[in-house]
């Protein structure tokens, strides 16, 4: 796969580099590029902002650079390119797995007060365009929201965890949240190992399981027993 993220602050994926990421890099399997939206400027300041028609507060980012910039990244393979924004479509496990099996997607990351509309509208015309949030909350700029879906997407593809049982496991849990888990010593600081995951008996364990993985989703997540 072939992933390529526009922005002011290339910088923000470095961190990609780190463990698993850089691994499937050096293997070959994932190549990932971060462009500077202000090489694709022609002024002495590198300007990629200016005011909003209508008025409003804040700054927009341009349209010329990032214009430039789909023209060097976005070729004749109508890549997916993204749209990091509060204002996009949930960004979900169901997503995450369509996307790993894309050739390549191209990661759009918004500053200030957001993009001039036109860029999406012409990115529409060259690719497949998703605006997409990670959550009901609102970053400094998309980069963040882009590296938290890279990692979601990349671990997808096969060869990239080495452990395929736990990406197998994590599918068929019904929607619920996971069970806690607890590993050596038996006993810390007071605290005990529930004496349930001790008694070898399997059947037991996965109904002690499936009961507290429907008591957290109570709790933390009453919005995925409506489903
Ligand atoms: C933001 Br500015 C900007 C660009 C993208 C995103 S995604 C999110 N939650 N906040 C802010």
């Keep these: 796969m072939k992933i390529d993220a526009i922005s002011i602050f290339p910088e923000f994926f470095d961190v990609l580099e780190i ?17 500077n939206l202000r090489n694709f400027t022609h002024d002495r300041h590198k300007t990629v902002d200016d005011t ?16 430039e910039a789909f023209d060097q990244v976005i070729g004749k393979d109508r890549p997916v390119v993204i749209f990091t924004s509060p204002a996009g479509k949930p960004f979900n496990q169901e997503l995450a797995r369509e996307l790993s099996h894309r050739e390549h997607l191209v990661f759009a990351c918004g500053r200030y007060e957001g ?5 999406v509208d012409y990115a529409g015309t060259v690719a497949e365009v998703h605006e997409i949030s990670i959550g009901d909350y609102v970053l400094n700029g ?16 096969p060869g990239v965890i080495g452990n395929n049982e736990s990406l ?29 995951l001790l008694s070898g008996h399997h059947a037991e364990i996965e109904k002690w399981r499936k009961a507290q993985s429907l008591e957290r989703t109570k709790q933390n997540r009453p919005d995925l027993l409506d489903k």
């Design 19 to 35: 463990s698993l990421l850089g691994k499937a890099q050096e293997s070959g399997l994932i190549s990932f590029e971060a462009h």
């Design 52 to 67: 909003p028609y209508g008025g409003g507060a804040g700054m927009l980012m341009k349209p010329e650079p990032w214009g």
């Design 115 to 119: 993009i001039d509309q036109r860029v």
């Design 142 to 157: 998309g980069e963040v929201a882009a590296v938290a879906m890279i990692e979601a997407i990349a671990r997808l593809i």
């Design 168 to 196: 197998a496991e994590e599918s068929h849990n019904e929607g619920l949240l996971e069970a806690p888990s607890y590993t050596k010593p038996q006993s810390w600081r007071g605290l005990e190992v529930p004496e349930m």
